[in-house]
T-cell receptor
Framework: AQTVTQSQPEMSVQEAETVTLSCTYDTSESDYYLFWYKQPPSRQMILVIRQEAYKQQNATENRFSVNFQKAAKSFSLKISDSQLGDAAMYFCALMEYGNKLVFGAGTILRVKS | DVKVTQSSRYLVKRTGEKVFLECVQDMDHENMFWYRQDPGLGLRLIYFSYDVKMKEKGDIPEGYSVSREKKERFSLILESASTNQTSMYLC??????????????FGSGTRLTVV
């Protein structure tokens, strides 16, 4: 069965600094997709970044980038130049065949000014 | 702007009541999903649907049922609400498999309290 583990319940970062959120997963498939979602206090889930497992190149979206280690089944999110608006719950998620997303427990990110 | 709309942001219901949570999407998506979100557990899949009148159980379907009579609407039903169903409920939609790998579009959630 596919599982996603986020081992950091909470993280803090100083404004303008860099923070990395960890995620590991387990799957028996070779072809799958990985996602990071952000959930601010408004509760609206927002897609931050997406990675296709068959692509070795790490995905990047502006200040957000991932470190995808397929052999280690690791998918961490790096946020550079952190801003107050980055404060949210972040979820790592895995999609295999069948379009179902499996989520981790989430990491609360606090940004200090 | 494309949307997934959940009919209620907050609901308070009594134990034993039949509860309907409604979700409507305007993106012509084939897939629709219901998750519940609990602290420390993340999002867990209750039910999903790939097409009208089709439904599949997710990981935690007990105590729930669903209805999809129209493509754009997916309803979650709590047949007899219990206090352990107090939670945040999130609806989502996506394109068919292959195209759906671009992820889901989520509603803004319904926080249900059963007293």
């Amino acid at each position: 069965a596919q599982t996603v583990t986020q081992s950091q319940p909470e993280m803090s970062v100083q404004e303008a600094e860099t923070v990395t959120l960890s995620c590991t997963y387990d799957t028996s498939e070779s072809d799958y997709y990985l996602f990071w979602y952000k959930q601010p206090p408004s509760r609206q889930m927002i897609l931050v970044i997406r990675q296709e497992a068959y692509k070795q190149q790490n995905a990047t979206e502006n200040r957000f980038s991932v470190n995808f280690q397929k052999a280690a089944k690791s998918f961490s999110l790096k946020i550079s130049d952190s801003q107050l608006g980055d404060a949210a719950m972040y979820f790592c998620a895995l999609m295999e065949y069948g379009n179902k997303l499996v989520f981790g427990a989430g990491t609360i990110l606090r940004v200090k000014s | 702007d494309v949307k997934v709309t959940q009919s209620s942001r907050y609901l308070v219901k009594r134990t034993g009541e039949k509860v309907f949570l409604e979700c409507v999407q305007d993106m012509d998506h084939e897939n629709m999903f219901w998750y519940r979100q609990d602290p420390g557990l993340g999002l867990r899949l209750i039910y999903f649907s790939y097409d009208v009148k089709m439904k599949e159980k997710g990981d935690i379907p007990e105590g729930y049922s669903v209805s999809r009579e129209k493509k754009e609407r997916f309803s979650l039903i709590l047949e007899s609400a219990s206090t352990n169903q107090t939670s945040m409920y999130l609806c989502a939609s996506s394109l068919l498999e292959g195209r759906g790998s671009y992820g889901y579009t989520f509603g803004s959630g319904t926080r249900l309290t059963v007293v």
